[in-house]
């Protein structure tokens, strides 16, 4: 079979493919030209690292609204069953541990520490990541092990943690204090109904922010 016989035999698909390409390219016209800086600027993993950790340290009057909210959503992967008594956090990025660099770190000193690995673009898992993390947080910043938290943020939940970066002890030892979250069912939601609400107009900068962020995470998760 030639191909001119190949396309007589699908002339009626090709025609169907030809009016659906005439009329996407009307419809997307009627949209509204859109532009989002983040999107521009080519983000990476740290970026949204910076982000979410930018969000967590929001403070209003010595309070955390926006961590505390954070911890509550945390709260529901381990049912409810810990206690966070927030006073003063130490929230930073890119923590450095002499053998690697905790994406995120939220922890008061001898209180409670949460970690969180940051997978958004399926970054391959490291030998022995959290495992060197959580002796890393036990040693160093004198925390039990039973107040360790690990979370590991993916893009959508399709991504696991490998045996090659925490053992089975660990992840044994952990319970439910190792907490898989996403992007696209976790951190959206909690932006759009935890934190937006609650950002006064007064702060026109962190709300544009919070707008942009929901839109580029809309767009790459195609719920525009």
Not at 5 to 12: A, D, G, L, P, T
Not at 70 to 86: A, P, T, V, Y
Not at 182 to 211: G, H
Request: a negative charge; one cysteine or more; hydrophobic letters at 35%.
């Amino acid at each position: 079979m030639n191909w001119q016989e190949i396309e007589e035999q699908n002339k009626e698909t090709l025609d169907i493919a030809q009016q659906y390409a005439v009329l996407y390219k009307k419809e997307k016209e009627k949209f509204p030209y859109r532009i989002n800086v983040i999107q521009e600027l080519h983000d990476d993993e740290n970026a949204h690292s910076r982000i979410l950790i930018k969000l967590l340290k929001y403070s209003d009057s010595g309070n955390f609204p926006w961590l505390c909210s954070f911890i509550d959503r945390m709260n529901k992967f381990c049912n409810g069953s810990f206690q966070f008594e927030i006073s003063k956090p130490i929230i930073n990025t890119e923590v450095y541990t002499g053998n690697g660099r905790i994406d995120a770190l939220i922890m008061e000193e001898q209180k409670y520490a949460i970690i969180v690995e940051n997978k958004i673009w399926d970054a391959t898992d490291q030998a022995k990541q959290i495992d060197r993390y959580i002796m890393f947080i036990h040693k160093e910043c004198n925390i039990t092990l039973d107040k360790i938290f690990v979370i590991y943020l993916t893009k959508d939940g399709s991504k696991h943690i490998s045996k090659d970066s925490m053992s089975d002890e660990n992840k044994e030892n952990l319970g439910n204090r190792f907490i898989p979250m996403s992007f696209r069912f976790d951190i959206l939601p909690w932006i759009e109904d935890d934190i937006l609400p609650k950002c006064t107009v007064k702060e026109k900068c962190m709300e544009t922010a919070i707008y942009q962020y929901i839109d580029y995470l809309k767009g790459e998760f195609g719920l525009l």
